[in-house]
Each structure stands twice: as structure tokens, then as C-alpha cells.
């Protein structure tokens, strides 16, 4: 099968979100947007999930791709941290217990690794229940099921599960909306109902991540994936399954348009090698913050915090670029 290029530019795009939601910015309506879109890797997932495989059998050909990588960069992190706290080595049994139990929580969680070991877990969930049901409608009926009783387990204990399994289990629901955007051909039905509207299919093109925002803002809609906090679940599903399925929409019209080439190429790039880009997003971010530190307090602008912004997200991109390649 042909690589998708348009998948491939959703996720480069979907990765400066990710560095946009780990900068911290004080910006409360760019953080939420940001966050409410990044379950558009595992609907990508899902766009990509084909039957006919046995659980056992998904989990063996994705566990080098997703977990090699959690465990050279864990470690990696872990060793830096445990050097720069010497002669404390109390840090060191804890980022193990991360590493090893608690992949969404700790020093090693806040690197973003928690991420690769629930893409896995979570394929191999949805797997497993699509082996289970027989009908689209039972799966659906199960996935849902699954989903919403982890959040509300969750919400309820605020017991940290180990291992990312409520995540897990909350992501097979996107993974499974990917899944029936592809089998129902969905994203070619909206296009073809936009084609003879263009002035009104652009303008809602633009109004849908704005009311995404506006919506998230007013009704707490919170998005912390690594901390389960979903804010009201309803209001925060609706608003993260239509930025997806509008980010969908967009990386297919990008990849389509005449020009753009060295931004095609360079979002490419970044789709590719997104699970490089995932484990050194945060130590580039910081690396950014160190070198803006060091800009002397006679210069103005570049201490002017919205500009030191733009140029720690560049500054990070840039590294991760260049770990990408190496």
C-alpha cells in the first residue's frame, strides 16, 4: 500500500501541537486547541488498522517500533536526571518505577514517552475487541463501553492505573472513529458535499477549529490526556472528534494544492519521523528555554515574552529536526 502523504502531514502538524502543549504556554485558548487535537494519532491509527490479524500478532510487529524507542530514550532521561541530582539517588528508583509501571506519571511521564507504550496498548485493545464482536454495531457499542468506563473509573478513584491502561482504553474510541472514517469513506463524502459550496465550505473551514476553542474555553472543556483530565466528557469528545476529523480535512486539502513544496516536504518529514520528534520534543523545548535564558536583559525584544515563544518553538523544532535526521 502507498504511503498516505496527507496522514503524514497531519502528523507533522499534529507534532507542533505537541510542542505547543508542552511549552506551557500561558495562553489558555492555544494550549486547549492544541490539546484537543493530538487523539488525531490514534484516529491516523485507526485510519490505518486493517482486520484480519490476531491480537498477539499486532503486538509483536508494533512492540520495536513503539517500545524500543520509550526504552533508550526513558533510560537516557533517567540517567541525566539521576547524574544531575547526585548524591541523590532516590530519583533514580523512581524514574524506574515510571519507566517500568507508571509510564503516564513521574519524571520520566513528563518527557511525553507515555505515549508510545498506550499507542500500543491501545491498537492491541482495539484488536482485541474487534476479534470479540461480530458486527460494526456491537464493536462500536464495546469500544464506547470500554472508553467511557475508564474515564469514569478514573474520575471517580483518581487511582493512577498502571501500565497506561486507562488511557488505553480510552483511546481505542478514536482509534475505532479512524477506523470508520476510512471503512465509510466519510472524509470523501464531506469533500464531495463541499465541492459545489467552496465559499461556504471555507468559511467553515476557518469557523470550526474557532468554535472549538470558544466551546473548550466556556464549558470546561479541559484536555489533559497524560493526566485523564477531560473536563466535561461530552463537550471535550465532540469538540476533539471534530478537530480531528477538520484537521483530516485539511492535511488532504494541503496535499493536494500546487506549491507549498518545501512545507509539504518539511511536514513530511516531521510525519515520518514523528516517533523521533515524540522522545526529544521536551528536552529540545528546554534546551530552548536555556539558550533564551542566556539572552542578555539589554536586549528587549528578544526577552519580550511573545517573542521569546516564537523563538523557543523554533529553536525546539530545529533540534528535534536534526535528532530526526541523525
Known amino acids: 500500500m502507498a504511503r498516505r502523504t496527507d496522514l503524514d502531514i497531519l502528523k507533522g502538524y499534529g507534532m507542533l501541537n505537541v510542542v505547543l502543549v508542552h511549552m506551557h504556554f500561558a495562553d489558555a485558548t ?19 488498522y486493517k482486520s484480519g490479524r490476531t491480537p498477539k500478532e499486532l503486538f509483536l510487529r508494533r512492540l520495536p517500533v513503539m517500545m524500543v524507542p520509550y526504552f533508550v530514550f526513558g533510560i537516557l532521561y533517567l540517567a541525566v536526571a539521576t547524574i544531575t541530582a547526585l548524591p541523590d539517588t532516590a530519583i533514580l528508583i523512581k524514574g524506574l518505577k515510571t519507566l517500568l509501571i507508571f509510564p503516564t506519571r513521574g519524571p520520566v511521564g513528563e518527557s511525553t514517552l507515555w505515549f508510545l507504550p498506550v499507542m500500543l496498548l491501545s491498537s492491541v485493545m482495539y484488536c482485541a475487541l474487534d476479534n470479540v464482536c461480530k458486527t460494526e454495531k ?3 457499542a464495546a469500544v464506547l ?4 468506563s475508564a474515564i469514569l473509573f478514573c474520575f471517580v478513584t483518581r487511582l493512577e492505573v ?8 480510552t483511546f481505542v ?15 470523501d463524502r464531506i469533500e464531495a458535499a463541499m465541492q459545489p459550496h467552496r465559499i461556504l465550505a471555507t468559511i ?28 466535561i ?33 518539511w511536514l513530511i518529514g516531521i510525519g515520518v519521523t514523528s516517533v523521533a520528534y515524540m522522545c526529544t520534543n521536551h528536552p529540545s523545548i528546554n534546551a530552548g528555554y536555556a539558550l533564551m535564558d542566556l539572552v542578555p536583559a539589554g536586549v528587549p525584544v528578544l526577552t519580550f515574552e511573545p517573542v521569546r515563544l516564537v523563538l523557543v518553538f523554533i529553536i525546539a523544532v530545529a533540534i528535534m529536526s536534526v535528532l530526526a535526521e541523525a
Request: glycine share 8%; with cysteine; charged share 10%.
Open 204 to 231: 467553515a473551514m476557518i469557523v470550526v477549529p474557532i468554535v472549538v476553542v470558544v466551546v473548550l474555553l466556556n464549558f470546561n472543556g479541559t484536555v489533559n490526556m497524560r493526566r485523564m483530565l477531560w473536563g
Open 233 to 265: 466528557v461530552p463537550v471535550t469528545f465532540t469538540c476533539s472528534v471534530a478537530g480531528c476529523i477538520w484537521m483530516l480535512l485539511v492535511a488532504r486539502m494541503f496535499d493536494r494544492l500546487h506549491g507549498f513544496k518545501y512545507i509539504k516536504a
Open 173 to 187: 474510541m478514536f482509534l475505532h472513529l479512524g477506523v470508520l472514517l476510512e471503512r465509510h469513506s466519510v472524509l
Open 145 to 148: 463501553a470500554v472508553g467511557f
Open 162 to 169: 498502571p501500565w497506561g491502561i486507562a488511557h488505553s482504553m
Open 138 to 140: 456491537t464493536l462500536t
Open 30 to 48: 492555544l494550549n486547549r486547541y492544541a490539546a484537543a487535537l493530538l487523539p488525531a494519532f490514534f484516529v491516523v491509527t485507526g485510519i490505518l
